[in-house]
Structure formats: C-alpha cells, structure tokens
C-alpha cells in the first residue's frame, strides 16, 4: 500500500516537474504596459523618445528605457522578443504573439473607465484578437498553396504546446483608487477576480494548457502615486509606501491566488501557474541599495523642472516641443518613469522568477510544461 502511495506520488511530481526541459514553440502574452512591447505604441502613435534608449538606443513600442520582464522570459525560453498583434510592420508570429496593451484593464471598458483614461484593449479583446489570429493561422495553413504564405504564422498543432502569460489587473485598481471609495473598490475585487477567471476558461477553451499567471505588484510603491498622492503618517508603511493601496493589491492577489487553485481542480491536463510578483518587486524596493538600485522613489525619465507631467507626453514650451530627459544612471533606478519598471530591474525580477522559487507550484518556467 505505501509503496504504491509512493509511486502515485513520483509519477505526479513528474507530471509537474519533467525531467528534461521543455521546449515551448511560442508565447502568447496578455496584459497591460508591464507587457506591452508595441501595441498601444502601434495602434495611437509611437512612443518619444528617451524610451528605449538603454537596449533598442529608440523607442520600441515598450514603456521603459529597455527590455520588459516577458522579453527576458522569451530570451530564457531561446524564442525571440515577442511582436505586438496591432503592429502590422514587419512583424513574425511564427514564434507568439503579444496582446497586451497598455493602460488596459480585466473588465470590459465602459464609458467610465474609458474618459478615466484607460484603453479600450481590455482583457477580453485581447481573447478576440488572439482568437482570430487562431482561427486565420488554421484556416490559411488549411488552404495554403504552398509555405511562403504561412512562414510568419504559427504551427496549428503548437498552440496547445505553447507558453501562455497573464499580467494584467493593476489598471483595475488604479481606476478604484481614482473614482471609488476603498470600501467599493474591494467591493470590487470578486468581480474584477471573476474577468481574470473567465479569460483563463476562454484560453483553456482555446487549447491553452500552459498559463504562467502573474499576480499585481505592489502599486502603493510606485513613485507616481507616493509622489503625487503622499501618504499621511498612518497609511504610510515602514519603507514609505502606501499601506492602504498595497492592502487592496494583497488583497486582489489573494482571490487570485485561491481562484487558480479553483480552476486546477476544473480545467483537466491544464498547468496554472500563480507567480507572486508582489512579494519579489516589494524585496526590491525595500531593499534597492542591497541590489545595487537607488532610493525606490527616485524615477529617471522626467520633464523639465519635473512639473509632473508623465515622460511618454511631450510639452510645449515657447512654441518648442520637448520630449522627456532621461536621467544619467538608468541602471541604477527602480523606476523608469514613475509608473513603469526599469530595463534594470525588469532584468533582477525576471531573473528571480525564472527558477520557480516565487511561483506556486515552485516549477522553473524551462520545465512548467505538462510533460
């Protein structure tokens, strides 16, 4: 009996955890401008520079001075940087695709969240567009006369063998800290929780079976929110952050969490992986001088007399339009532009989430594939 209980168990962790690693041919990628490497910069106009300046040396459609945390796992995986679905230039889906768009949210973009200022490219259109470059990609490989019309499209039968990633909810609460009380905005959570959900069904619907879930980060941390909206002394955290938003992030975090696990016991031969990028970006900010960062409140792109006026917007000044400075040291900022991570510390988070120590279950991303 225990032998067999022991044998149960080994052929689970290896269903879990294969021996060798794994190799996905492509990835596909949700989410907002922690992730969006071209599309919002494709579809309302592209990026100023100094965005960046530090890897590409010009804008490339990402909100950093460089690289983004799905470019490193794409580089970890052997696969190239992903290109942006709406980007109709030059673009190669043979390996994935990106749908994520900046400022986008889970829910569906109402009139309010829409004059609040958040994109139109939530969660559930990105599903449509990836469900449409789906059914095209099968349709043309079904009808093609020959393989120079599908050479930049994906493989039919990989899509069940490919990595998809999630990241995506922080618009969500960045609109509740903006319009709601906090006791709506967590009213809130279970809905926002249930959008998530049902975007994993949909992809699971789709022939997803390997979803690496990034859970939100710690949004009471970003330099933006502590500069413009200083915590008093009570809602302010031991390293100056503001308690109160990170609480709903926790809280956001920790439905998102059990609904995972939820939907491992629904979704058969599928692999969810829940990683806690809050617990990770919150150690780097607490500890920047450890890691070789400035203070975590300092950001390196800004205008003029830093007047408060974001770095991706331009300004006139005497009939002259100027674009955001970039700061001397961008290696040494946590923060690119106040809202969004540095290719820096993109590159410190990325390398710490790639061997699974903050994922749940804690597989490395090279062997979370099913077998």
Same mark, same amino acid.
């Given at each position: 009996?225990?032998?067999?209980?022991?044998?149960?168990?080994?052929?689970?962790?290896?269903?879990?955890?294969?021996?060798?690693?794994?190799?996905?041919?492509?990835?596909?990628?949700?989410?907002?401008?922690?992730?969006?490497?071209?599309?919002?910069?494709?579809?309302?106009?592209?990026?100023?520079?100094?965005?960046?300046?530090?890897?590409?040396?010009?804008?490339?459609?990402?909100?950093?001075?460089?690289? %983004?945390?799905?470019?490193?796992?794409?580089?970890?995986?052997?696969?190239?940087?992903?290109?942006?679905?709406?980007?109709?230039?030059?673009?190669?889906?043979?390996?994935?695709?990106?749908?994520?768009?900046?400022?986008?949210?889970?829910?569906?973009?109402?009139?309010?969240?829409?004059?609040?200022?958040?994109?139109?490219?939530?969660?559930?259109?990105?599903?449509?567009?990836?469900?449409?470059?789906?059914?095209?990609?099968?349709?043309?490989?079904?009808?093609?006369?020959?393989?120079?019309?599908?050479?930049?499209?994906?493989?039919?039968?990989?899509?069940?063998?490919?990595?998809?990633?999630?990241?995506?909810?922080?618009?969500?609460?960045?609109?509740?800290?903006?319009?709601?009380?906090?006791?709506?905005?967590?009213?809130s959570i279970p809905y926002i929780v249930y959008q998530f959900s049902l975007s994993i069904k949909k992809l699971y619907e789709k022939g997803a079976?390997?979803?690496?879930?990034?859970?939100?980060?710690?949004?009471?941390?970003?330099?933006?929110?502590?500069?413009?909206?200083?915590?008093?002394?009570?809602?302010?955290?031991?390293?100056?952050?503001?308690?109160?938003?990170?609480?709903?992030?926790?809280?956001?975090?920790?439905?998102?969490?059990?609904?995972?696990?939820?939907?491992?016991?629904? %979704?058969?031969?599928?692999?969810?992986?829940?990683?806690?990028?809050?617990?990770?970006?919150?150690?780097?900010?607490?500890?920047?001088?450890?890691?070789?960062?400035?203070?975590?409140?300092?950001?390196?792109?800004?205008?003029?007399?830093?007047?408060?006026?974001?770095c991706w917007k331009t300004e006139m000044r005497n009939g002259t339009e100027y674009f955001g400075t970039s700061c001397s040291d961008p290696l040494?900022?946590?923060?690119?532009?106040?809202?969004h991570y540095s290719e820096a510390a993109n590159k410190w988070i990325a390398n710490h989430i790639l061997d699974g120590s903050y994922s749940d279950?804690?597989?490395?991303?090279?062997?979370?594939?099913?077998?």
């Amino acid at each position: 009996m225990a032998a067999a209980i022991v044998v149960v168990l080994l052929a689970s962790l290896l269903y879990i955890y294969p021996s060798k690693a794994c190799h996905f041919p492509a990835i596909y990628n949700f989410g907002d401008s922690n992730s969006d490497t071209g599309t919002v910069s494709a579809v309302f106009g592209r990026l100023p520079p100094p965005y960046g300046e530090t890897f590409f040396g010009k804008p490339s459609g990402r909100y950093s001075d460089g690289r %983004l945390i799905i470019d490193f796992i794409a580089e970890h995986l052997g696969l190239p940087s992903l290109n942006a679905y709406l980007d109709s230039i030059g673009s190669n889906f043979s390996h994935g695709s990106n749908f994520a768009a900046s400022g986008s949210t889970l829910q569906a973009v109402n009139a309010k969240l829409y004059e609040a200022g958040f994109n139109p490219f939530s969660l559930n259109l990105q599903l449509l567009q990836f469900e449409q470059l789906k059914d095209r990609t099968e349709e043309l490989h079904s009808e093609a006369k020959n393989s120079q019309i599908t050479s930049n499209l994906p493989k039919p039968e990989e899509f069940s063998k490919s990595l998809y990633t999630l990241d995506s909810g922080q618009n969500d609460l960045h609109y509740g800290f903006m319009k709601l009380t906090m006791e709506q905005l967590n009213t809130s959570i279970p809905y926002i929780v249930y959008q998530f959900s049902l975007s994993i069904k949909k992809l699971y619907e789709k022939g997803a079976r390997i979803i690496w879930i990034h859970n939100t980060g710690p949004i009471g941390c970003l330099p933006y929110f502590v500069i413009t909206f200083p915590p008093k002394a009570e809602d302010t955290d031991q390293i100056g952050c503001i308690k109160s938003y990170n609480e709903v992030a926790q809280e956001f975090n920790k439905q998102l969490k059990e609904e995972v696990s939820k939907l491992r016991t629904q %979704l058969s031969g599928a692999a969810l992986y829940y990683v806690d990028i809050y617990s990770l970006k919150y150690s780097l900010i607490n500890e920047a001088e450890k890691y070789g960062f400035l203070s975590p409140f300092k950001y390196c792109c800004k205008h003029y007399g830093d007047n408060g006026l974001q770095c991706w917007k331009t300004e006139m000044r005497n009939g002259t339009e100027y674009f955001g400075t970039s700061c001397s040291d961008p290696l040494k900022h946590i923060s690119w532009d106040g809202i969004h991570y540095s290719e820096a510390a993109n590159k410190w988070i990325a390398n710490h989430i790639l061997d699974g120590s903050y994922s749940d279950p804690p597989v490395p991303l090279s062997k979370a594939c099913t077998s």
